[in-house]
Nanobody
Framework: EVQLVESGGGLVQAGGSLRLSCATS????????IGWFRQAPGKEREGVSC????????YYADSVKGRFTISSDNAKNTLYLQMDTLKPADTAVYFC??????????????????WGQGTQVTVSS
């Protein structure tokens, strides 16, 4: 059974940092593209960043480039999202998701087959 469990969310002031983790199980980490999505109140879910470890390819949304860094520890089957210089606009529920294809990662949620339950990130001004 594929499982993805996010952690690391919380409340932080603008300009601060958080690191999200996504512990995965039930699949071979290298065989999947894995990504972070977020959904703010009243808005659609959007792709934030994703990675395909096998081909060393990453994607970042323009809104987070230069502030967020995606990484993975294949030995631990864990995905991370380091979020720096946080802004109130980053406030959202953050989800990790896995795509059964290990090709070039995309920010489109319909491409992803498995989802975690999400972790809340709140950035105060």
């Amino acid at each position: 059974e594929v499982q993805l469990v996010e952690s690391g969310g919380g409340l932080v002031q603008a300009g601060g940092s958080l690191r999200l983790s996504c512990a995965t199980s039930g699949f071979t980490f290298d065989d999947y593209a894995i990504g972070w999505f977020r959904q703010a109140p009243g808005k659609e879910r959007e792709g934030v960043s994703c990675i395909s470890s096998r081909i060393g390819s990453t994607y970042y949304a323009d809104s987070v480039k230069g502030r967020f860094t995606i990484s993975s520890d294949n030995a631990k089957n864990t995905l991370y999202l380091q979020m720096d210089t946080l802004k109130p606009a980053d406030t959202a529920v953050y989800f990790c998701a896995a795509d059964e294809s290990w090709g070039v990662p995309t920010p489109y949620e319909y491409e992803y087959d498995y989802w975690g339950q999400g972790t809340q990130v709140t950035v105060s001004s």
